[in-house]
């Protein structure tokens, strides 16, 4: 099947593109460059911390490259988003297959870096509320914070933003929480 030039990307063209990429209302997006080494700390740190807090309860942690698909009417394979999240939580084992995860995960985190801080504070913010990821965490290395959102009647109404000398405590889970300052990479 041939695409008209204004018609939005799927999931099948995004399967035969060289790189790494992503597609955000059938827009594609190209994740070069590579990230920084502070960006790669975070990660690093992040999914250490939620890899031993999930071990055990039935909640799996996927680090990008990892595609997660979102679709209006759950036809995910043109679905015309698919993201790779720095780190995805995925609750519901349902969800994932082979090549990613079907629909939200429970938790979306994503680090910024020059190339993608606006997609992640605009484009994926709206995509990750409209398809009801219950929570999602942004992580500045610059400033060295993590803002907070919580999902509720359909829209992001909780935010928390946690700095470097303070301990973040998830609106889902409670119990989780994790010492800011460990997630960056030390500047002295």
């Not at 790669?40 to 740190?45: D, L, N, R, T, W």
């Not at 349902?94 to 992640?120: F, M, R, W, Y």
């Not at 942004?138 to 470097?164: A, H, L, M, N, S």
Request: aromatic fraction near 16%; charged fraction near 25%; glycine fraction near 4%.
């Amino acid at each position: 099947m041939k695409r008209e030039p204004s018609e939005p990307y799927s999931y099948q063209d995004y399967l035969q593109w060289e790189g790494r990429w992503e597609l955000i209302d059938g827009v594609a997006y190209n994740m070069s460059p590579s990230p920084t080494w502070e960006h790669q700390f975070a990660i690093v740190e992040l999914s250490f911390i939620l890899r031993s807090y999930f071990q055990n309860k039935n909640c799996y942690v996927a680090i990008a490259p990892f595609d997660v698909r979102f679709s209006n009417d759950d036809d995910y394979e043109r679905a015309p988003h698919v993201v790779q999240s720095d780190i995805s939580v995925i609750c519901h084992k349902h969800q994932l297959t082979n090549n990613g995860c079907l629909g939200a995960p429970t938790l979306v985190i994503e680090v910024l870096s020059p190339s993608t801080a606006l997609k992640d504070r605009n484009e994926k913010f709206k995509l990750y509320e409209k398809f009801g990821v219950q929570e999602y965490w942004i992580v500045d290395p610059v400033y060295q914070t993590i803002e907070v959102f919580g999902f509720e009647d359909g829209f992001f109404k909780k935010r928390e933003v946690f700095g470097k000398e303070q301990q973040l405590t998830s609106f889902v889970f409670p119990d989780l929480t994790v010492e800011v300052s460990s997630i960056f990479f030390p500047t002295e």
